[in-house]
């Protein structure tokens, strides 16, 4: 009678949310309710989640059902299959570690004079919106948990709203949210016109024609990329991203621009069918011409938080890339190819929300306990706040793109998909693929040096504000959620083979096809093509740093034990003879991007303010200087003003009917009335 | 993967990564003492790095008040990385059972974490100096690696592979041929090379004193054991590039076997060929003069041109 399914772990975990969401109705008068309630709540639906995830990966069939909700003649579809089932995973990851840090970062909130109870219900709408989207299988279910999701994390973003600045990016992001769900509307419109019925199962039969299905992937492309933050669509993430409380920064950096690309995903390999090579050819262009340019303006940017939102934009970039050269590589008919490259997306997909997550969460600690985003004047946390400085810096390292973390192994496979270009037939496309690979390789030396200066000016040298010297260790919650995800960026980094083979199902369930090779010769080896080709052990690279410094540290020991009592010496640093360093003499974060942004002048527009004040009794020595910098988003000028003057121009035209004089509209209405009874006549 | 469980393959790795790490100095002082002869200077004792290293090994190690872990970590994993890129590099044996554990990305890879932990390190203690040679390099790394990158794409574009050992063994077989995208690879490489490695005109090694300088600004503050890791770690980084640019490029004479006379003859080889590579180095060194600091991008966008170019090339001309 009762048949356990994995959809009921589904229906658990959306209960679960909605639950936590309705415990936090009564935070604002029991603040308590919060810690024991809402974020356990949230937590549980985090682990059953990742269950129905790993119940999904295990290869298990794809499970339907129907819920008796939405409209009389079209119930709510629910489809967990593996894809659904991998992004349902980086949702419960993401939403775990938000449970563990929640408690401690809200605590700030609750002097203030801001709802926790909203805070708690729409953290809570906002994450079942986002479980909900991925097990839809039918367009209005999708809709409907897609607008959920996009609403409800309008209130978070605005959740602060006493700052007329939040709310201005609350605005921009909502209006942004909802230009793209008509756009995802109008492509899923297409579909449905074609395959008669609203129902992804229908749709997947459509029989477009060309024309047709290159329209609902354009609209899809634009609708999904507004959410999923690609170049120029993605001007709202580094607003929303900084204002919003920082676990929700994670979550939204983390899990829901991902929630876009799963969108994205199934629309294109999935609902379209076969795909048209220039298809391909497109989104590896979206892709390149967004990592590089999230990377340059994450370079240039002092606040933490933007950085990090223009980081997701560079991060998102590189998913697309891997998922062009998939699409160049089915369409071309090469199978084998095409999923390496949908396996390297689908890897950096889980990558950027891990490493991305730990970055927000710590830069949530940062915010809670040093009071700053700005990274000008931070520095020295390493010593007030250790445990967040070292999980900050393995999300630095992973994001890097350094072995042997996630953000490798993710780069590595794309690199190898690229490299596969000679076998196309094609001289275009395999003269397109290198040139973007040397976009990614670009961009992710770029983003080597941005999180250098991070590290560096944020965690190391001297503190350069009072707040920050005095900052303290962030809550044992907010740790331990930052270690959870610190690990797994290792665990995913040194177990990549395990990895892609749980991957390989999605592929195999999307497309009929998977990597046999990548996995064959067994869990130490990744081969993604064949043995001869390339080859990556992780493990065992590892274990042969593990050797190396269990050597170090025997022969260190043995040899001079009176090392272990006796602090090494402590003296001042060099300077030149000149006297003390002071905080300010250290290189800030506009000074070490300085040499960048001399290079890459032209792809920004920077407002420089330099302000210098002479002492009056001699006029050359200066008392005070002050260096302000700001970078304009280039898309604003060259695409979103033009947009506006346009839109602005248009209605000012139309406008022009509405002259106020009753006998002018009575003129229309009989005009149109005319009009119309021509027509029908 | 059965015949990498052979023992006598990893021994023989094992050993020729020892051997590596141990002329790397020799290597440095190898330019340095040929420099010195270009130059009218009497050159240092063929053994002067050794003793530099033990000196320095012996001497207390200083920090600097605000010097945090990081700084104390870092020249271990700088230098770990290094020798862990030593011991991937196909030297004298060209099949090395290291080369699939980590193939030619991975080696860029490896030298990008070391460089990571060198800028940290450079910027730990919060001096002007520190910062100044952290923002450079990686200013300068940022160009660099992309162009070091597209060589080894192009590379492995031809011998349809990303193993080292897999490439070299596909050039040995290959009848003798001038391939452009072969040209271009190699300049870029070289080029790159120049900029990694921190010499002339990129960066002056022999000098402390100028505010162009970028290595040096990083481990200002090093001292006793730490510097000479340090160092140690800058000699590999130069060896690297100089065993890579010639055993990938050039690699005739490399063994393929564990045979007593083939390994004399690639030792003899290899012996050659950085003489000769190190002797043009000295001569380009005492030939050029320091660039002004901002040249250094346009020099390395030549670079990464010229890597790109090289792969185009492959593409348009040789591939099929």
């Known amino acids: 009678m009762f048949e356990f399914s994995p959809a009921m772990l589904v229906y658990a975990a959306v209960c679960s949310t909605l639950a936590g969401g309705f415990a936090s109705l009564f935070a604002d008068r029991w603040p308590a309710v919060q810690k024991f309630l809402v974020f356990p709540l949230l937590g549980l639906s985090g682990v059953v989640s990742i269950a129905a ?24 579809h629910v489809r967990l299959d593996s894809l659904s089932g991998f992004f349902l995973g980086v949702i419960g990851l993401i939403t775990l570690a938000v449970s563990a840090f929640g408690p401690g970062y809200v ?23 986002m479980q909900l989207v991925v097990v839809a299988d039918d367009a209005f279910a999708f809709m ?36 793209g769900a008509i756009l995802i509307l109008l492509s899923f419109g297409v579909l449905a016109a074609h395959g008669g019925d609203f129902t992804f199962a229908a749709m997947r039969h459509a029989g477009l024609t060309p024309l047709w299905a290159a329209a ?16 120029p669509l993605h001007v709202w993430l580094p607003e929303a991203h900084p204002v919003a409380p920082s676990h929700i920064s994670a979550l939204m950096s983390g899990v829901m621009l991902k929630v876009a690309v799963y969108g994205f995903i199934r629309l294109v390999f999935d609902l379209l069918g076969d795909p048209h090579w220039s298809w391909g050819v497109v989104v590896l262009a979206v892709g390149s011409v967004t990592s590089l340019y999230g990377v340059l303006y994450a370079l240039v940017q002092h606040d933490l938080k933007r950085l990090l939102a223009y980081h997701s934009v560079e991060n998102i970039g590189i998913i697309y890339i891997g998922l062009g050269l998939a699409l160049i590589f089915f369409s071309a008919n090469l199978p084998a190819f095409g999923v390496l490259g949908l396996i390297a997306a689908l890897y950096h997909t889980l990558n950027h929300a891990l490493f991305k997550s730990l970055l927000f969460l710590g830069a949530g600690a940062l915010l809670q306990h040093g009071h700053e985003r700005d990274l000008e004047h931070m520095g020295g946390l390493i010593r007030r706040m250790p445990w967040t ?50 976009v990614l390789a670009l961009s992710g030396a770029l983003a080597a040096t941005c999180f250098v200066k991070v590290y560096g000016v944020a965690f190391l040298g001297q503190a350069r504000s009072r707040k920050v010297r005095h900052a303290r260790e962030a809550s044992h919650g907010m740790v331990l959620a930052q270690a959870v995800l610190a690990c797994l960026c290792l665990l995913f980094g040194v177990l990549p083979t395990t990895t892609v083979e749980f991957l390989s199902r999605i592929s195999v369930d999307l497309t009929g096809f998977g990597v046999t090779a990548a996995t064959r010769q067994g869990w130490l080896w990744l081969t993604p093509i064949a043995p001869e080709v390339a080859s ?20 260190y020991f043995s040899s001079r034990k009176r090392r272990l009592v006796q602090p090494l010496p402590r003296r001042d640093a060099w300077d030149c003879g000149f006297g003390p360093l002071t905080p300010r003499m250290q290189y800030s974060a506009s000074a070490f991007a300085m040499p960048i942004r001399h290079i890459f002048r032209p792809a920004w527009r920077l407002h420089e303010e330099k302000v210098r004040e002479m002492d009056p009794q001699l006029s050359t020595r200066p008392l005070q200087l002050r260096y302000l910098m700001h970078a304009d988003d280039l898309s604003w000028q060259y695409f979103y003003l033009p947009v506006e003057r346009f839109v602005q121009g248009a209605a000012r035209r139309v406008g022009r009917i509405q002259t106020g004089h009753l006998r002018h509209y009575l003129a229309y209405s009989f005009f149109t009335l005319i009009a119309l009874l021509w027509l029908i006549t | 993967m059965a015949d990498y469980l052979n023992l006598a393959g990893w021994l023989a790795a094992l050993a020729q990564t020892v051997l590596f790490v141990a002329i790397a100095p020799l290597f440095a002082n190898w330019v340095k003492r040929a420099k010195c002869t270009l130059q009218n200077r009497r050159p240092p004792p063929w053994l002067q790095p050794y003793r530099d290293l033990r000196r320095l090994f012996g001497k207390e190690v200083v920090l600097a008040h605000t010097a945090s872990h990081v700084f104390r970590i870092a020249p271990y994993i700088v230098f770990g990385t290094a020798v862990l890129a030593a011991s991937i590099i196909p030297f004298i044996l060209a099949e090395i059972p290291f080369a699939a554990m980590a193939d030619a990305i991975v080696l860029v890879g490896t030298l990008a974490l070391g460089r990571f932990f060198l800028a940290l390190a450079g910027l730990d203690v919060g001096t002007s100096f520190g910062g100044m040679g952290s923002s450079r390099e990686m200013t300068f790394a940022a160009l660099a690696e992309p162009a070091m990158l597209m060589v080894v794409f192009t590379l492995a574009m031809l011998a349809s592979s990303t193993n080292l050992s897999t490439v070299v063994g596909f050039f040995l077989e290959q009848p003798l041929a001038l391939r452009p995208s072969l040209l271009f690879g190699l300049l870029a490489l070289l080029l790159v090379g120049i900029a990694e490695t921190g010499r002339i005109p990129v960066d002056n090694p022999a000098t402390h004193l100028e505010l162009t300088m970028i290595h040096e600004a990083m481990i200002l503050e090093y001292t006793g ?37 083939s390994v004399g003859i690639a030792v003899l080889a290899l012996t050659a060929k950085l003489a000769v590579l ?43």
């Open chain 1, 53 to 76: 995830c790993l119940a999904a990966l295990s290869g298990a069939p794809a499970v339907t059902d129907e819920l008796a909700l939405g409209l009389p003649w079209l119930q709510w």
């Open chain 1, 216 to 231: 609902s992937f354009g609209l899809g492309l634009l609708g999904f990329g507004m959410k999923a933050g690609i170049v």
């Open chain 1, 536 to 555: 990556y052990s992780a493990p065992l690279v590892l274990l042969g740093v593990l050797l190396a410094l269990g050597a170090w540290a025997a022969v």
């Open chain 1, 389 to 438: 400085a070292l999980f900050f810096l393995i999300g630095c390292l992973s994001i890097s793109a350094l072995p042997p973390f996630n953000g490798f192994v993710s780069e590595w496979l794309t690199f190898q998909t690229a490299l596969q270009a000679t076998t196309l037939e094609s001289g275009v496309l395999r003269a397109v693929i290198p040139i973007s690979a040397a």
């Open chain 2, 278 to 320: 190190g002797a043009l180095l000295a001569l380009a060194e005492t030939l050029v003069a320091k660039m002004r600091l901002f040249r250094v991008p346009t020099f390395l966008a030549v670079a990464f041109t010229l890597s790109l170019i090289g792969m185009l090339s492959f593409i348009m001309l040789e591939g099929h």
């Open chain 2, 225 to 261: 054991r730490h510097l000479a890791l340090m160092e140690y770690a800058s000699q590999l980084k130069l060896a690297i590039y100089a065993v890579l640019t010639v055993n990938l490029f050039l690699p005739w004479g490399i063994s393929r076997t564990l045979d007593p006379a």
């Open chain 1, 144 to 179: 409907v948990a897609w607008e959920l999701m996009s609403v409800a994390s309008y209130f978070l973003v605005a959740f602060e709203h006493e700052e007329a600045a939040n709310r201005r990016a609350a605005f921009l992001y909502l209006l942004m949210a909802q230009v």
């Open chain 1, 107 to 129: 605590r700030e909130y609750s002097n203030s004079h801001y709802s926790l109870a909203l805070l708690g219900v729409m953290t809570a709408l906002f994450v079942a919106g």
